[in-house]
T-cell receptor, first 112, second 118 residues
């Protein structure tokens, strides 16, 4: 069965610090990869996605992620976080078929 | 226009009651999902429908029954509600496609329904 691991459960950063959230998945075939963000009290919104091509993808709000196939990883990065980035972040993987597999989420708190 | 909408947004009810949550998407997608998000923010897939047919049915109690009258709607009916059913329920939709292709990309989520069972 496929699985998605997010190693950081809670991250606390000061504004302007750099962010990297880890995501590893277990699936041997072709995958689509996603990062979603959930702001407090809101629904999940797509930050960025990878489906093929350049493994470094850029998303909204200055976020980017790098797909490293050999490591089965898709880590999320942002060079300088803001208070408004405080949210829950979910990594997701889609292989063949329609099922999406979500990680357990990482709670990010940015201190002004 | 709201792409994926859910009603109601909040639902407070007594144990033992039966309730329904409705979901509609206007994106023309052929696949819809129900997720349960618990208090720890863990997101668990419950059901997935493709063109009105059930394709994923994770281990959920049979008190939960999805109904898809057409591919734009996926409703969730819950019988005999229990305290442990309290959670936020999210509906989502996507367009089927093979992995690695431009289709079958991201899910679009509804605003969620916060269910509280007393």
């Amino acid at each position: 069965a496929q699985s998605v691991s997010q190693h950081n459960h809670h991250v606390i950063l000061s504004e302007a610090a750099s962010l990297e959230l880890g995501c590893n998945y277990s699936y041997g075939g072709t995958v689509n990869l996603f990062w979603y963000v959930q702001y407090p009290g809101q629904h999940l919104q797509l930050l960025l996605k990878y489906f093929s091509g350049d493994p470094l993808v850029k998303g909204i709000k200055g976020f980017e992620a790098e797909f490293i196939k050999s490591k089965f990883s898709f880590n999320l990065r942002k060079p300088s976080v803001q208070w408004s980035d405080t949210a829950e972040y979910f990594c997701a993987v889609k292989g063949t078929g329609n099922q999406f597999y979500f990680g357990t989420g990482t709670s990010l708190t940015v201190i002004p | 226009d709201t792409a994926v909408s859910q009603t109601p947004k909040y639902l407070v009810t007594q144990m033992g009651n039966d309730k329904s949550i409705k979901c509609e998407q206007n994106l023309g997608h052929d696949t819809m999902y129900w997720y349960k998000q618990d208090s720890k923010k863990f997101l668990k897939i419950m059901f997935s429908y493709n063109n009105k047919e059930l394709i994923i049915n994770e281990t959920v109690p049979n008190r939960f029954s999805p109904k898809s009258p057409d591919k734009a709607h996926l409703n969730l009916h819950i019988n005999s509600l229990e305290l442990g059913d309290s959670a936020v329920y999210f509906c989502a939709s996507s367009q089927f496609g093979l992995a690695g292709g431009r289709l079958g990309n991201e899910q679009f989520f509804g605003p969620g329904t916060r269910l509280t069972v007393l």
